[in-house]
């Protein structure tokens, strides 16, 4: 299973590559027992853009695989846990350090 889920990274990461906005916030997968795919994209707004971005991801991806496997996904417009397999997420802002000797108003 190892390899097979390294295989759908792979697959993934390469349908997400002109498929994907700053509104982007984590695409997950899981391979479920039977076969099949189940994605999850978690958004922080969903607009036309968006929903076209995820119709070419799905597709892309779903075109890539060997049969019908890949379920239509979870689309989540507000801070969720992403599914086992993260594909790509958003790097929270750098938190600023400051010593003791700063000035931190």
Known sequence: MEIEVKYQTCNLCDALHNNINDNF???????????????????TQFTKQEES???DLITE???LQERDNVLEPIVVIAPSPPLQN????L???????????????
Do not use: C, H, M, W
């Not at 790097?91 to 108003?105: F, G, I, L, T």
């Open 53 to 55: 971005y995820i119709t």
């Open 86 to 89: 993260v594909v790509y997420q």
């Open 91 to 105: 790097e929270p802002e750098p938190r600023q350090n400051y010593n003791s000797e700063q000035d931190v108003r």
């Open 61 to 63: 991806f779903a075109a």
């Open 25 to 43: 916030e984590s695409v997950s997968f899981e391979i479920l027992i039977n076969g099949d795919i189940q994605t999850k994209i978690v958004l």
